[in-house]
């Protein structure tokens, strides 16, 4: 079975003369959508560029003009930051392209208030058009429908999926909550009494990420002093970017999960929603290459007598030079070489992944494994794996997953065969990294950084493109 182990221990028109023509009045149509934002901020590029600007007043005469703004845009940015164009044409197309908010103004109102107040979540309003919003009445009607909707979907989008899009992700932050189409969730919002109200609702409603976002909204006193300054801003920190990672998760959590949170160096497995046992776990390094990653998988089977295919990686970089070194190397360590140049460890009690491997296929060759170096789980700092997690009582874990009692699994092991047993179901994991969460018991925990993650992460929240 191979695995990122180790072998000491595996692992966006212008107004002028009526148009006499159809193609005439659309490139009117297109250049305004050009110039629709030339001195108040709001730009598109259209599919042609015109040789000059528009006339500066813009003002609907019918539906049609929001459709050929639309559809004739490669791009429409505010102030700086591109509007999400396709859950505009989303949007509008189920409504005929009929502008929403000139008959709805103290809708209106409740939304660029609600945008305005992003702060509540962690993020920054700048990143929704809050200056344009702030002067939202200076614009024209059209120019006023358009960024009002795509501040209302960029919103929106960042409650719902994260406000730091996938693209800007790093390979370990592979989490994915399930897909909300924005455009449809805006749609529905307008049948509310508050539109606002739908809006929020699409942030997560999870224990941690009220109990984050009421401590960030709790009154502080003034910090006295530099370091108490830092402290408290470290705080802060903590609680927006874990309110971030908490949107990058599942609305809806599996009632029956393993979890586990790298930071805090456990594992919890869930039943009915509620806590039913807990392990201490070892996780990845702390250097860059084998720190455990950020995802999400389904464990479909538990291995008993694991053998371990070394990663080639691993190989070139530990095992040859250790050969070289010492030709006995190889058979004290119960290992043998393959023909095709792979290095196995066979199953044994000295076996790097122990004698229960969890099979839980994923894009990063990460698993929950035993262990024979059982010292490890009494320190405090437990970042010593390749990645993997090694888990203090997988015996435990095994019989639960497989929902048969723990003489079973013990009968497995005891056999020496290298069985692979399927769970009567799947069960999905999730390796988190949350620095800041809530217990079990309701209270809000706060762990060392050790991969020094947080600070990327608020970087790119601050600066995330809406």
């Known amino acids: ?175 994915q909550p399930g897909t909300v189409d924005v455009a449809e969730a805006l749609h529905d919002a307008l049948w509310r009494p508050d539109p606002a109200e739908g809006i929020e609702a699409l942030a997560p409603q999870t224990p941690t990420y009220l109990a984050l976002r009421a401590m960030l909204l709790a009154p502080r006193r003034p910090a006295v002093g530099r370091a108490a300054a830092a402290a408290a801003a470290e705080r802060i920190r903590s ?28 594992l919890v497995f869930y039943r009915g929603g509620e806590p039913v046992f807990t392990t201490r776990v070892v996780v990845g390094e702390v250097n860059e290459r084998n720190q455990s990653p950020e995802f999400d998988a389904l464990i479909e089977a538990s291995f008993f007598n694991p053998p371990w295919i070394v990663p080639r990686d691993i190989v070139e970089a530990e095992i040859l030079p250790r050969i070289a070194r010492d030709p006995d190397y190889l058979a004290r360590n119960n290992m043998v070489m393959r023909p095709n140049g792979e290095v196995e460890q066979l199953p044994g009690p000295t076996a790097g992944l122990g004698y229960i491997l969890f099979d839980m296929p994923n894009p990063f060759d990460v698993y929950l494994h035993d262990t024979p170096d059982r010292f490890v789980f009494s320190r405090g700092n437990r970042q010593m794996s390749r990645g993997c997690i090694r888990v203090e009582n997988p015996r435990e874990l095994a019989a639960l997953l497989m929902r048969q009692p723990i003489e079973a699994i013990d009968e497995k092991i005891a056999d020496g065969s290298t069985i692979r047993t399927r769970l009567p179901r799947p069960v999905p994991v999730f390796v988190t990294y949350h620095t800041a969460f809530l217990d079990d018991d309701g209270t809000i925990q706060f762990r060392p950084d050790f991969y020094a993650r947080d600070a990327g992460l608020m970087q790119r929240l601050g600066t995330a493109e809406a």
């Open 1 to 175: 079975m191979s695995g990122r182990g180790d072998a000491t221990g595996a692992e966006g028109r212008g107004v002028g003369a009526p148009d006499a023509s159809p193609a005439p009045r659309r490139r009117a149509l297109l250049q305004g959508a050009a110039a629709l934002g030339a001195t108040l901020g709001l730009g598109a590029c259209a599919g042609a560029p015109p040789p000059r600007p528009a006339p500066a007043v813009l003002a609907p005469r019918n539906d049609g003009e929001l459709a050929h703004i639309l559809e004739g845009a490669r791009e429409i940015r505010v102030g700086g930051k591109a509007l999400d164009l396709d859950a505009l044409r989303r949007f509008y197309g189920r409504r005929g392209y009929r502008p929403v908010w000139a008959s709805r103004e103290a809708e209106a109102q409740a939304v660029v208030e609600t945008v305005l107040r992003a702060g509540a979540h962690g993020l920054d309003p700048e990143a929704f058009h809050a200056p344009q919003l702030r002067r939202i009445e200076t614009f024209s009607p059209l120019r006023r429908e358009i960024l009002l909707t795509g501040a209302a979907l960029s919103y929106a989008d960042a409650l719902a999926h994260g406000a730091v899009p996938p693209g800007r992700r790093k390979p370990f932050e592979a989490l």
């Open 239 to 266: 609680l927006k970017v874990n309110m971030e990672r908490e949107r990058w998760l599942p609305r809806r959590l599996p009632p029956e999960r393993v979890w586990v949170n790298i930071p805090n160096q456990r």
